[in-house]
């Protein structure tokens, strides 16, 4: 072949197909630390769209499917100092409207750093609360001093300007200490309770600084990294709030104490090797990415002239994760690591992506770039200031919202999904093998749950967890021990619930969609006329307080 041919040719394939194609996705996502704009930038690193946003932003953003953007904001006037204060946090939708604007900031409490947003639509918070040195001293440290400890909350949006909320954990209920047998929180060794927080360990005002948070839907644990212990944490959120603040409860067990932690055994005074120095952004790797289910994290100080990306595969065991007595948790050192390009001494991420790529942040220094999964350099972009996190998506995420979020009914131990376009089983935290129906028979005991997605495919939806145990017929996740009663059923529209402790007890019910989404709740009333919905299958949830939940079916016919 003529060589000036091959090089037209050559020269037409990369002007159409440039290097840049082997990167994933068709957004990257940014806003910087302190600024009031939001921006998606497109494949050739060019300004797509800009947000204009009402207060700076204090730590990270994140886009939501359907194109919505969680923010938290630089609020002024908080009580609390230090480390990305934020006070504040917001929904921006599509064309910059907010469509949520909560305040988490008093005289004792203040969210901080990063949130996370929550298939049901609530936000994980951050957040400092004051404790007075008299507090301090009774609960066994050495140290008299005001503490800012760490809890971290569930909100729910409920307006405009208002949210519930509707789960916290807090890092004051899990402490221990072998200094002062006499006070609070004594054990004789601290080495051998991992699952507490050693409040003797580099006691400061900001003790903790906890600086990222992730979810992980399967499991319904929450991962967090602090920047003090130089560790990632993983805690259960199945728990009621009161479990939360207990050692007892929760799918794993063990209330609110640490499942797991890793990156620096000195810190609970065990033997091993530190792998982690100052540590951001610990989060799971998705389903549908390489790698999935691996705990990663920015390792800020990873190597002497490099901040790293490390990446570890924990053992567990169920909802519990393994470790051998008189050890830390495995693994003893990183499963995978990359030598980030540049160093930061605070903030920066990692996004994996589902072709195996990686965006990487360097915040300090606004880079951002991204590697295929050689580790090859694919384009890179530096901002002028400081970038706490960076994110890649693609245009089914931007435009469409997540698929509803499946329920789980009984029918005589058959598991009945809501109506999806695919299916996927689970039983205690692991994909069931070939269990990709709308049903499942369950046979053992077990937490069950569901992932779907819709017709286009660009999101996994996951279920709540289904508790299920020999005899079950029909109750949801906790307590009630019969399945309520709705009558007639079917019905054209008017059904009377029933069940024998409704006139002692405050109850709520809801009336929930086939596809998940709650048509109404009502508190207290147990006549229902749903002549004006479209015929079809509907759930019922009873919920009573202090009893617990369950649910039924009905069926709504044409008159």
Known sequence: MNK??????????LSRFPLSAQQWGDYTFYSLQNSTTGVLLDTNQAVFKTWNFTGKTGYASYVLPGGVVLRPVAKTGNSFTGGPICGQVQKVDWNGNIIWDYTYSTSTYCSHHDICGMPNGNVLLIAYELKSAEEVTAAGSNTSLIMWPDKIVEVKPTGLNSGEVVWEWHAWDH???D???NKA????????????????????KDWMHVNGIDYNPILDQIAFSSRTFSEWFVIDHSTTTQEAASHTGGNAGKGGDILFRWGNPSAWGQTGTAILNVSHDAHWIPEGVPNAGNLVGFNNGGTSSFSTVDQIKPLMNGYNYEREAGKAYGPTTFDLRHIANGKTTNMGNSYQLPNGNMLVCIALSGKIYEINAQGTQLWTKTLSGSLAQAFKYDTCHVKYPAPPIPTITNSQSVLVASDASSYQWYK????????????????TEGVYLVRTTDALGCKYSYSAGYKWSTGSTGLANVGLNQKPQMYPNPSTGFFTLDYPQLNEHTYEVSIIAIDGSIISTVKNINKFDLTGLTPGIYFVNLSIDGLGSASTKIVLQAN
């Open 185 to 204: 929180n004594y054990y004789p060794a601290v080495k051998d309770h991992p699952e507490l927080l050693n409040i003797n360990y580099k006691t400061a």
């Open 428 to 443: 205690n935290g692991t994909p069931i093998p070939a269990a990709n129906a709308k049903t499942y028979a369950a046979n």
């Open 179 to 181: 200094v002062n047998p």
């Open 4 to 13: 000036k041919l091959i090089i037209l040719i050559v020269f037409f394939v």
């Open 175 to 177: 402490l221990v200490q």
